[in-house]
């Protein structure tokens, strides 16, 4: 399988692990990078100390390319960029924020920078700021999302269209029919999250795991969009939230009932009654938890088997 | 190109023609046909009367295979019914309601059913109401969508799981490359209804055609949750409605609001600020007005040219 992106990083499968909070620490990383994906850490989470051990510890566990995750509204970004650039990370994905600012920096280091879009607006931007490849999120996606809803089956062709750099599809990708759905669409590669959350080597509370396997269709929701839209599971935390919407709070106010580490109560300590729970439309798809190894083979091997039958 | 639907309405290709209101009559209806695809007189907009005035000039104008698209919504729908069986037609699409209440009935005159549902839930209503077939239908579709929002994406292979009857892939697709991405995804055929908007053959306005190719990503957006969810293009009405909305109002003051025939005098008479413009997303992919036969030929083309690439 070699596409512009399994040349771009030199990795054997097409297949890119997403950055995740409190789901992608140097574990997950790495077995996606020793079964021939890419694996990504989630800077997103993680002290700029936390983040530098996990770099370390990446380097011990595996001899393939892996990258970090940085969203770029990370309050001390510049940190977080001095211990890529120090740990010689040559491999950085932006979100959230503009490409701009960090890209000509990554670069003179040497690094491939790649950053998330969820619009074509954002893609030509990216592109013109000089990234190597661009992700293209859809609407379906789990955790923080674009207010505009365009979904991967639309976002894909439209941003092909109109950009000259590799792209990366996200957004409902879990499986090798949904691998081979994106590169028929003009992807030449793909970004799975939701599908890695539930594997042995993400740190996710078990529980969060579970709840995942358990999510089928329509159980998420898109919501806090005048924050940051994020796509949670209905739980009690999302019903909450729904009702305190009834009495329209102001952005203030939201953040007050938000309160501080809502994701990491939900998805890395486990409390599926009051955390949130970001995940993806595609957990209505997941129905078991397993090695990275296992899953990859069993994307692979649909993918190959898809293809050959069409 | 034989699926499991293409022999089910005995065509030549998998590619159905939504029914949809103000857009598709006999005209449109029978070119699709014409051209080796479904086409659908959608009844939704139509008196009884006129209803069978277009079905009898369909009769005349292909000797195809062509149906009728029923939302069971519709106020007088026994009326619609009853003209659909003197008249023989022997394909009904049905939306926009119970499965159950009418399917029965179409199959004792031994007309040939679909259903179209935007959950796996109500996949699986259906398939229990003896449908012949299901259409699956993404939240970036045009027209009226579910509340739950579930992609194509991810829809698809969920509802695929599932059901055991053949399955129609709908929402975002307009080209050969969204037809052979929704059969990898595990559809037997795909609805089209936007790409069919921008035809010569549709009763759309020109102004609603023209503002259908300049249509872009982003510029779509469902609303009207509360009533029956729609996307619409972002024009002035749209606009008018948003401001509306932060009033609070209430279901029945949204119905005020709306007014009569908004819909009709967006799309039928080309009132592109005060009319009701309803599209899919993937209006952002389409750039040309032109005769359904070459809609289908280039579709066609590039599905085979994008199978061969792979």
């Known amino acids: 399988m070699k596409t512009s992106i399994t040349q771009l990083f030199n990795i054997k499968y097409p297949i890119i692990q997403g950055g995740m909070i409190w789901i992608s620490g140097y574990k997950l990383a790495t077995a996606v990078s020793n079964a021939g994906g890419l694996g990504l850490i989630g800077a997103g989470s993680m002290y700029p100390k936390v983040l530098r051990e996990h770099i370390q510890k990446a380097k011990k566990a595996t001899d393939k390319p892996f990258g970090v995750n940085v969203p770029l509204l990370y309050p001390n970004v510049e940190e977080i960029m001095q211990i890529i650039v ?120 078990t529980n969060f795991k579970q709840a995942v396997v358990n999510t089928q269709d329509g159980d998420t929701f898109l919501t806090l969009k005048e924050l940051a839209p994020v796509r949670l599971i209905k739980n009690q935390f999302f019903n909450d939230l729904e009702k305190f919407y009834q009495q329209l709070p102001s952005k203030e106010q939201l953040i007050t009932f938000l309160g501080k580490a809502r994701a990491k109560k939900g998805m890395f300590e486990g409390d599926l009654e009051e955390g949130e729970l970001e995940i993806g439309q595609i957990a209505g798809l997941i129905h078991d938890i397993k090695p990275v190894r296992d899953i990859i083979d069993e994307i692979i091997t649909e993918y190959g088997f898809v293809k050959a039958s069409l």
Chains 1, 2 share one sequence.
């Open 86 to 205: 120090d740990e010689k990370i040559k491999i950085v994905f932006t979100s959230a924020g503009n490409p701009k600012t960090w890209t000509s920096f990554l670069k003179e280091y040497g690094v491939t920078v790649v950053h998330v879009v969820s619009s074509v607006k954002f893609a030509l931007k990216a592109q013109e700021a000089g990234v190597d490849a661009i992700v293209a999120e859809g609407f379906e996606s789990g955790g923080h999302n674009s207010r505009e809803e365009t979904t991967t089956f639309t976002l894909l062709p439209m941003v092909k269209e109109k950009i000259d750099i590799p792209l990366i599809a996200a957004g409902g990708i879990a499986t090798g029919r949904g691998m081979l759905a994106a590169i028929v669409l003009g992807a030449d590669g793909v970004q799975m999250g939701s599908r890695f959350v539930a594997s042995s080597e993400a740190s996710a509370h």
